[in-house]
């Protein structure tokens, strides 16, 4: 037997008895697909949303027409926000990229809701950490080693040399630093290392190079160490190896590729499918 679906009950309850509340929702790490059933439906269903624009974008057709779009900004004064909304009896969807208690404000915005006897629900998004090395093809566990790590480029003091596998998040703030950074914190300078830019979207590119030669091997790939490409993760590590043979995404044969479909919107839905994927 299928389960029921709660969303409609819940906030149908919720609206009968005038009572607002919130639900932090991951949206994933670019890639629409990798939205859950769950936030979509409650996206489907929100008063307002409260999102930075790019992350509002990529929803948008899923939101209702009346719903409002409100700018995430000052994160102190984010959860003012949410709470007023909600006392004001509507149903308000804070949404992050990623998930929203990974490396985001989310815990301390649900804490504010918590503490203020506002009813909550945190539904989880798919992390940048583990989509964007998937969607270059790099497993981050192997038989050899399960130890993993996730930093981000800020704390690389933090990153000691060691086994396993060390994922980066906002690399896109001097790749060629990280890699002076990882040497000087002892990593050897063969360690494999890769740098994926805008992960899971038809944009992503991945160079794949050693610690010692990330400059280098990123001039070669065309990179620009002047220009932000985009936000970027990065993994060092023996499993970045594994791309040569499971790079799946960048190797479709249309990646990359900018399509024209004469038609009407309505008549180039089905083709336009057929071609994303």
Partial sequence: MNPTPTTSIDTAKAADLGEGWVAFVGA??????????RAA????????????????????????????????????????????????????????AGDPLT????????????????????VPGVPFATAVPAYAGIPLTSEASADVRVIHAAELSRAQAGPGTLVILGAEAGPADIGKMLIAQGWPESTPFAI????????Q???????????????AAGVSLLTTHGPAVAVA???????????????????????????TKEQAADVSLRLRA
């Fill in 28 to 37: 994933g790490p670019g890639d629409q697909n990798l939205l859950t059933l």
């Fill in 41 to 96: 439906a409650l996206l489907g269903e929100a008063d307002v949303v409260v999102a930075r624009p790019e992350i509002a974008e990529m929803v948008r057709h899923l939101l209702p027409a009346e719903v409002t779009l409100t700018e995430a900004g000052d994160l102190d004064a984010e959860p003012k926000k949410l709470l007023a909304a909600a006392r004001a009896g509507k149903f308000v969807v804070r949404l992050f």
């Fill in 103 to 122: 490396f985001s404000a989310g815990a301390d915005e649900a804490a504010a809701c918590a503490k203020a006897g506002v009813r909550f629900e945190i």
């Fill in 196 to 203: 994926t830019w805008n992960g899971t979207t038809t944009a």
């Fill in 205 to 219: 590119q991945t160079v794949v190079t050693k610690l010692g030669s990330v400059t280098a091997d990123l001039k």
């Fill in 237 to 263: 590590g023996d499993v970045v190896a594994a791309r040569d043979r499971l790079s799946w995404f960048e190797t479709k044969p249309l990646f990359g590729w900018r399509v024209l479909v004469p038609r």
